[in-house]
């Protein structure tokens, strides 16, 4: 399936198009021990590249994040150059390992019954070219089809839009584990204009973590000596320090190796990074700068990524904008970009009756040497912020005559600064021949590109005196700039031994004790059956028909409830109609069965308990994309295992397959009346057969 991703430098996060709504996948919630257990965690896969003594292999996602002796963090960030990463006794390649934390990504989502076969990919909208090109030469390596690389910029502010359709100006401040990206665009229409864009590279969390740690240093009056295991350990309390700043006033972080507790407040915090934010603010002045407008100008303003959400950093841009930014349960700043990217992907795949105009971020050309220059300066062909696809030529001819060939340099770069500036990028050279020397002035050829959507360039030369074809590449490759071929790619991640996820930490049968249902029965985790021990799902007898349940938790969750009024589905009531459910059938078995987008409905403080009860497996989300949705796999559940289905829905489009539904005895309709649960038969009228030929 087609999905979206936020690969990001800290956490990267999976989405998908779930006809209706975008489902963001938990991916690697099993590894998420409690201590880590914020709202909205259970969707991060943590950008992080793990070894452990215990097991051999590279870990990746939350196993590595916590269970890591020694870690990666930020491949992103290495992307820049493609720069070297040392993995016991191997070296590899930046772009492997973020090929790594892909085929991680996509092995996860094939767990949890999806796949992830082509996707739309964010990017920082200031990323450098090099960034870009390696990004999408990663997700190749893993198997990953890139159908559009996406500002993630434009990402959130899709995300928005989709959920708040009104058009206007909007500021997307993005400031999250590695950079701080400021962009404005314009909706109208349904297009975004992105009108501007400015940035910062090398300022983020990570930044941030550094001055927390040196504050309790400076608290701590000595530095600790530590293990490596330690130092991981006070890698992590500081992190979780700096998250739990952001709701508390102050924090108790035990410095590990000599058990101290030490104390640190919001305010000295902020205190120690205020000089961070008056420069992460610099952005947006600047975009403000480039447009000619003031604050004013700006209809809403979006706070994207884990930083952003700092109560100093929102006031502080709140301040400067002199408005309220948009609230977090509106736009939510760790899930928006790869919400916005799924959208994307269901426009693009047709899913989705809308329109998207990607465009090219930097100009696309090659090099010249007029004679009175000594220096080869830059010539552009697609100018920057294209709309894509884009297709365009330039003549051009040889410094000399009777030239056999010449070598043609393909850059990506800005065409108001220096070619040698680092924001500039040379993908490749090609050679070009020509079939007979001749003149300049006889030797000149068309040079055309296009560009694509995903990023693909394709480039042609074609001879003007006769419209001979000179060259004719597709570039997916890069040549320059430390740039592997994805077949170099891929034997890198040969390397990398990937290891196979651990079980989870957590019981099965764990639940909290102030949760309103506690599973009937412990379960036992289910082994992965090898193709020798695959076996059909039992059927159960009609003698224990009565003893089970399935129930249709969507339907129940929503009851006495208008979604038209505004309401939300109820989790707690869910709950209670299944507890009430056992109390009534004592010894019965219970499977609960709730679609995608129901978490995404629940209230906030809601969604970590149903993610609880899917963690402990009472629950079951059916993925993303499954035909029928949930009312199929709840048909499909009581049909193999003869249970009873409990719900207020009819199942009409489903009665001609599973006939049953209107047998006597094998629906149960549920009301809330008068304090108390009631569970009462229902008959759906079968459907009426109309015979051939009208008689």
Excluded at 121 to 127: G, Y
Excluded at 456 to 472: C, Y
Excluded at 543 to 571: C, E, H, M, Y
Excluded at 573 to 590: D, H, S, T, W
Aim: hydrophobic share 40%; aromatic share 6%; charged share 25%.
């Amino acid at each position: 399936m087609i999905a979206g991703i936020d690969f990001g430098t800290t956490n990267s996060v999976v989405a998908q198009w779930a006809g209706g709504d975008v489902e963001v996948l938990a991916l690697d919630g099993e590894h998420l021990e409690d201590e880590w257990f914020y709202p909205s965690f259970e969707s991060l896969f943590p950008t992080v590249v793990g070894e452990s003594s215990a097991r051999l292999g590279t870990l990746f996602g939350w196993e590595a994040k916590l269970q890591g002796n020694r870690v990666i963090e930020a491949c992103k960030r290495m992307l820049r150059s493609d720069g070297g990463i040392q993995l016991r006794d191997r070296r590899v390649s930046a772009t492997a390992v973020a090929a790594g934390v892909f085929q991680a990504m996509r092995e996860r989502a094939e767990r949890n019954l999806t796949s992830i076969d082509s996707a739309v990919i964010t990017v920082p909208a200031n990323a450098k070219g090099g960034a870009r090109y390696r990004t999408r030469a990663a997700a190749r390596a893993a198997g990953i089809e890139v159908k559009a690389l996406l500002n993630e910029s434009t990402a959130a502010a899709l995300s928005y839009m989709h959920d708040v359709p009104e058009e206007g100006t909007v500021m997307v401040f993005d400031w999250g584990g590695g950079t701080i990206d400021v962009t404005v665009l314009e909706h109208q229409d349904g297009i975004f204009e992105e009108r501007a864009s400015r940035g910062i590279t090398q300022l983020g969390g990570l930044e941030i973590d550094k001055r927390l740690r040196e504050l309790l240093v400076q608290k701590m009056g000595r530095t600790p000596e530590l293990s490596d295991d330690d130092r991981r350990q006070f890698d992590l309390a500081v992190e979780r320090t700096k998250i739990r700043l952001s709701t508390e006033e102050s924090v108790l972080t035990r410095v590990p190796g000599n058990g101290r507790l030490i104390e640190v407040t919001r305010a000295e915090l902020e205190g120690q990074i205020a000089d961070l934010v008056e420069r992460a603010l610099e952005p947006a002045r600047m975009c403000l700068n480039d447009l000619g407008i003031g604050p004013t100008g700006i209809t809403d303003i979006l706070m994207i990524g884990g930083t952003s959400q700092m109560p100093c950093v929102r006031a502080a841009v709140e301040r400067l904008m002199d408005a309220e930014t948009v609230p977090a349960h509106i736009c939510h700043p760790m899930t928006a970009v790869a919400r916005g990217a799924a959208i994307a992907a269901a426009i693009l795949n047709k899913e989705l009756d809308s329109f998207l105009q990607v465009s090219s971020m930097y100009a696309l050309g090659t090099t010249v040497r007029p004679e009175e220059l000594s220096e080869p300066r830059f010539s552009t062909i697609i100018p920057p912020r294209s709309p894509l696809p884009a297709v365009e030529s330039k003549n051009y001819k040889p410094n000399r005559d009777f030239a056999e060939g010449l070598k043609l340099e393909i850059w990506e770069a800005d065409p108001d600064k220096p070619l040698d500036h680092p924001e500039n990028f040379q993908l490749t050279t090609l050679a070009v021949r020509f079939p007979r020397p001749a003149v300049r002035d006889d030797s000149t050829f068309t040079l055309e590109y296009t560009y694509q959507e995903n990023g693909l360039l394709h480039v042609k030369a074609i001879q003007d005196r006769d419209q001979r074809v000179l060259l004719d590449q597709e570039i997916t490759d890069f040549t320059h700039g430390q740039t592997l071929t994805v077949q170099e790619i891929q034997r890198e991640m040969r390397t990398l031994d990937v290891a196979r996820p651990a079980p989870s930490a957590f019981s099965p049968q764990f639940t909290e004790p102030t949760e309103p249902w506690q599973p009937v029965r412990p379960r036992k985790p289910v082994p992965t059956p090898t193709p020798q021990t695959v076996r059909p799902i039992p059927v159960a007898s009609p003698q224990t028909a009565a003893r089970r349940f399935v129930v249709d938790g969507s339907n129940i969750a929503w009851l006495n409830r208008d979604v038209k009024a505004g309401d939300k589905p109820s989790f707690t009531a869910l709950c209670e109609a299944v507890e009430a459910l056992k109390a009534q059938n004592p010894g019965c078995v219970v499977d609960i069965v709730v679609d995608a987008a129901l978490a995404h409905q629940l209230p906030h403080p809601e969604r970590r308990r149903l993610e609880k009860g899917r963690r402990s497996g009472e629950v079951t989300q059916v993925p993303a994309g499954t035909a029928g949705k949930a009312d199929r796999l709840v048909c499909t559940v009581a049909e193999r295992t003869h249970a009873v289905i409990v719900t207020n829905d009819s199942f009409k489009e489903l009665q001609s397959e599973f006939s049953w539904l209107c047998d006597e005895g094998r629906l149960l309709g549920a009301s809330y009346v008068g304090g108390e649960w009631v569970f009462l038969e229902r008959r759906p009228v079968r459907p009426r057969r109309d015979s051939l030929n009208g008689g």
